[in-house]
């Protein structure tokens, strides 16, 4: 239980729990806040397997070091973004930023790195400057949605799992290349990687990678012991991209959907019914509720329980983000 009695339950206004200095009893300063949330780290990890996201806003986080301090110090076992997928810049130590990605374009919620086995438990986000207008992270509850999806939709992709497949090239083509992926140049570093983590690869025309990875689509947490839908098929599917794009990549790779930079399948390499993804779409809308970020703002969320995106914005934006195993 966390000291001053002080139970986290689900706020009733659409939002994340939110604590302030006042709602904790401490002052704005980090160093108190880092001190809060040791003393109550285990409390707050158990809650937010329950809660899947907590915002502590009216902090002094001003500065990128003062988020590094903290992700630093409350939650040790920070971890790289090897084998992401999104665009980022690795900062120090394990901070990065939390997307490249172009501002105009709204990022689809996602569980990160489930496509991995290497997967974030914890992240933590951080808004160091909030945009001028929108760059909201909405996020969805990913026991929510496995309630509310469909059991034919369910029962098929439990039974028979997934397959995501991507196409990494050296440094010109679309997508990530193999070196940003992996965080490295070396070959023989990509192939350990992928032999430590279950990742199937195959150079391809000289200097590019092919990974798949097989995967299943429902994970059960390890501290709430919940079934969760913990997969990322909709983004990897091509019906991600509007109209426009996916004709552009259906004329590029003339069908050729295992050589496109990203592709899933199920586990026995069979094609995806696309108004699965319509259905799932839909649900992640209807329950996504968007965190509007204030200069400050940290939001401690469980990478499991719910997923995340991006809203796009004006104006510059940064958003830190360090990734816990
Ligand atoms: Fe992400």
């Known amino acids: 239980m966390l000291e001053n009695h002080i139970h986290l339950k689900a706020s009733d206004n659409n939002s994340p729990v939110t604590l302030t200095p006042?709602?904790?009893?401490?002052?704005?300063?980090?160093?108190?806040?880092?001190?809060w949330l040791?003393?109550?780290?285990?409390?707050?990890?158990?809650?937010?397997?329950?809660?899947?996201a907590i915002l502590f806003r009216g902090f002094n986080i001003i500065t990128r070091d003062d988020f590094r301090e903290i992700a630093e110090k409350v939650d040790e076992k920070q971890m790289t973004y090897v084998d992401g997928n999104s665009p980022r810049s690795k900062l120090k130590s394990n901070t990065y930023t939390s997307t490249e990605f172009p501002a105009d374009q709204?990022?689809?919620?996602?569980?990160?790195?489930?496509?991995?086995?290497?997967?974030?438990?914890?992240?933590?986000?951080?808004c160091i400057v909030s945009a001028m207008k929108g760059g909201a992270t909405p996020i969805s509850d990913n026991a929510v949605l496995l309630e509310k999806l469909p059991k034919e939709i369910v029962e098929e992709f439990e039974a028979k799992g997934l397959c995501y497949i991507r196409n990494l090239h050296s440094g010109y083509g679309l997508g990530p290349s193999w070196q940003k992926?992996?965080?490295?140049?070396?070959?023989?570093?990509?192939?350990?990687?992928?032999?430590?983590?279950?990742?199937h690869y195959m150079w391809v025309e000289e200097d590019?990678?092919?990974?798949?990875?097989?995967?299943?689509?429902?994970?059960?947490?390890?501290?709430s012991g919940q079934r969760l839908w913990f997969n990322q098929a909709d983004?990897?599917?091509?019906?991600?991209?509007?109209?426009?794009?996916?004709?552009?990549?259906?004329?590029?790779?003339?069908?050729?959907?295992?050589?496109?930079?990203?592709?899933?399948?199920?586990?026995?390499?069979?094609?995806?019914?696309?108004?699965?993804f319509t259905e799932i779409r839909k649900l992640i809308d209807e329950i996504m509720l968007p965190v509007s970020?204030?200069?400050?703002?940290?939001?401690?969320?469980?990478?499991?329980?719910?997923?995340?995106?991006?809203?796009?914005?004006?104006?510059?934006?940064?958003?830190?983000?360090?990734?816990?195993?």
């Open 181 to 199: 992926t992996f965080e490295t140049d070396i070959k023989s570093e990509v192939e350990d990687f992928c032999k430590r983590t279950d990742s």
């Open 293 to 325: 970020w204030i200069s400050g703002d940290l939001v401690y969320i469980d990478n499991m329980r719910m997923m995340h995106g991006r809203e796009p914005f004006e104006g510059d934006r940064t958003v830190l983000l360090t990734m816990f195993k």
């Open 22 to 35: 006042d709602s904790i009893g401490i002052g704005p300063e980090i160093h108190e806040l880092i001190a």
């Open 106 to 126: 709204f990022i689809t919620l996602h569980s990160e790195l489930s496509y991995s086995n290497l997967w974030p438990l914890r992240m933590m986000f951080c």
């Open 235 to 276: 983004q990897f599917h091509i019906s991600n991209f509007n109209a426009d794009l996916q004709a552009a990549y259906e004329a590029l790779y003339e069908g050729d959907s295992m050589s496109r930079p990203q592709h899933v399948t199920y586990g026995d390499h069979s094609e995806i019914d696309p108004s699965y």
């Open 208 to 223: 590019s990678v092919r990974i798949k990875q097989y995967r299943p689509a429902i994970r059960t947490h390890p501290i």
């Open 38 to 52: 040791n003393r109550n780290i285990t409390a707050i990890q158990k809650d937010l397997s329950s809660l899947g």
